[in-house]
């Protein structure tokens, strides 16, 4: 039995954007459709698909980015038994990864933090996750390791440090796990 629809909306902060969420929880698996808008490097739409099996773990993500010269799309499988592929090939780097991460979308945070508990479980953590990280506007597919961990209770939700490489933010989650604010990247604006 899923919940209703679920719709939030972020400013996007590197690209000059906004992305739009319209999520359907189950009790254990997600599906999410989405829209965005970037002006940097270039003005660019993105669209894209989400589907999570149980355990929140991503089954699909399709995505399409438009620019002035082009249209691109990405059609992203994950069998549920570690095996990827990329618009049909086969992709052996990405075993072992559970979840993608959409560039500069905000919802592809919430699959590790809800299969962890992070969002409500003082002191869960860190997780490390291999990620399939996808590029946007260029749609490019790599393998990203990224450590999440709950740093303490907030007014609507959890704190949430997350880390990739160089690169820390804390970042406010919701009760549902979903991005309320994202420092450098990205700040809700419906709850």
């Known amino acids: 039995m899923s919940t209703p629809s679920v719709a939030r909306t972020w400013e996007i902060l590197p690209d000059r954007g906004y992305s739009t969420a319209w999520v359907d929880f189950a009790p254990d698996s997600l599906s999410a459709r989405g829209r965005a808008v970037g002006l ?13 099996a ?12 438009e620019t002035a010269a082009s249209t691109e799309s990405l059609d992203l499988r ?4 570690g095996r990827w592929t990329v618009n049909g090939a086969e992709r052996p780097d990405l075993e072992g990864a559970l ?22 479980e003082p002191g869960a953590g860190p997780a ?3 990620m399939a990280w996808v590029s946007v506007p260029e749609l490019t597919v790599s393998p990203n390791q990224q450590t999440y961990t709950h740093l303490a209770r907030a007014e609507h939700g959890a704190r949430i440090r997350y880390r990739s490489g160089d690169f820390r933010s804390d970042i406010e989650v919701d ?13 809700a ?3």
């Not at 149980?54 to 980015?65: D, I, K, N, S």
């Open 78 to 81: 994950h069998d549920g038994l």
């Open 128 to 130: 490390v996750f291999t």
């Open 99 to 120: 979840d993608c991460d959409l560039g500069l979308c905000p919802l592809t945070n919430t699959m590790p933090v809800l299969r962890h508990g992070l969002h409500r």
């Open 40 to 52: 940097i490097p270039e003005p660019y739409w993105v669209s894209y698909e989400l589907e999570t």
């Open 175 to 187: 009760q549902r796990g979903m991005v309320l604010d994202y420092p450098s990247l990205a700040t």
């Open 54 to 65: 149980g355990g929140w773990v991503t089954t699909r993500l399709g995505v399409t980015v």
């Open 189 to 191: 604006l419906t709850r």
